[in-house]
T-cell receptor
Framework: DAGVTQSPTHLIKTRGQQVTLRCSPI?????VSWYQQVLGQGPQFIFQ???????GRGNFPDRFSARQFPNYSSELNVNALLLGDSALYLC???????????????FGSGTRLTVV | SQQGEEDPQALSIQEGENATMNCSYK?????LQWYRQNSGRGLVHLIL?????REKHSGRLRVTLDTSKKSSSLLITASRAADTASYFC????????????FGKGTKLSVIP
């Protein structure tokens, strides 16, 4: 079975540009979450989507947006990139909706974004 | 913001020894999980313990949870070089969302 797949694996962008990161969850998983991990820190929650609806948003500026498609894949968009946006962006999928039992997330390998 | 704080920040042991990592958190939780991360890549889910559980085992892993002290520990027994990685605890509060709050992690080095 394919795990959580993220693309691209690496990306270099210039300050002020826009970037789109993509994530395909495990087949059957309807919940997708995005996390940002700055070097030396733990991941920080950005968004959670379930059944194409936003279920949670972390403390990130409006430059960050996301959406989930009917096939449950997801995109994370970041506009007006800053040097501080350089990080590993992780996507995680789960069966959990937020109301039932939760057994943990399966994470993708991440997209390493470098802003220069 | 970081909810959990892992202790120690770094740990170096010999292969075959046991490794113990601790995690403290600040607010009430629904579940606590431990994840492993190799070389800054994706996280691998190790074990989940619910707030009404006190101890859980999975292979060479043993997790304890003390909700009165808001702390958890992860014990890896008979460590192997392949256990070298960063280990993170993550909590969720339930309440309709399984948003995870991570600590800063413990970097474990197992020396062959």
């Amino acid at each position: 079975d394919a795990g959580v797949t993220q693309s691209p694996t690496h990306l270099i962008k210039t300050r002020g540009q826009q970037v789109t990161l993509r994530c395909s969850p495990i087949s059957g998983h309807k919940s997708v979450s995005w996390y940002q991990q700055v070097l030396g820190q733990g991941p920080q929650f950005i968004f959670q989507y379930y059944e194409k609806e936003e279920r949670g948003r972390g403390n990130f500026p409006d430059r960050f947006s996301a959406r989930q498609f009917p096939n449950y894949s997801s995109e994370l968009n970041v506009n007006a990139l800053l040097l501080g946006d350089s990080a590993l962006y992780l996507c995680a999928s789960s069966l959990a909706s937020g109301t039932g039992s939760f057994y943990g997330y399966t994470f993708g390998s991440g997209t390493r974004l470098t802003v220069v | 913001s970081q909810q959990g704080e892992e202790d120690p920040q770094a740990l170096s042991i010999q292969e075959g020894e046991n490794a113990t990592m601790n995690c403290s958190y600040k607010t009430s939780i629904n579940n606590l999980q431990w994840y492993r991360q190799n070389s800054g890549r994706g996280l691998v889910h190790l074990i989940l313990i619910r707030s009404n559980e006190r101890e859980k085992h999975s292979g060479r892993l043993r997790v304890t949870l003390d909700t009165s002290k808001k702390s958890s520990s992860l014990l890896i027994t008979a460590s192997r070089a392949a256990d070298t990685a960063s280990y993170f605890c993550a909590t969720d509060s339930g309440a309709g969302s399984y948003q995870l709050t991570f600590g800063k992690g413990t970097k474990l080095s197992v020396i062959p």
